[in-house]
């Protein structure tokens, strides 16, 4: 199979995904999925950030610098300061020998 060939076909599917999503926005949902929707994305970032924190073999500095980051993102609700102090968090912890 080419590569322009799977480009494609990403594209196609990852448009028709988003295609449909938008067009649900006029529709109403009954409480139980607007409640099930807004944990999606927190559910998600979990999985894809769990498991490369602690699969790693420095995981102490990427906790420390994961837990920062998150608290900082959870008090100010700025995503840069999330990663910035996360970011600093974990090389400080590298830096200190974590």
Known sequence: MSGWLVIGLMWAVTYAARLLGLSLGGLNL?????????????????????????????WAQRLVG??????????TRNL?????????????????GV
């Open 66 to 75: 994961a837990a920062v980051g998150g608290a900082l993102l959870w008090r």
């Open 80 to 96: 840069a300061a999330g990663i910035v102090g996360g970011f600093a968090a974990y090389w400080a912890a590298r830096m200190l």
């Open 30 to 58: 009954p409480p139980f999925w607007l409640a099930f929707l807004r944990f999606v994305p927190v559910s998600v970032f979990a999985a894809l950030i769990v498991p490369d924190v602690l699969g790693s073999p420095e």
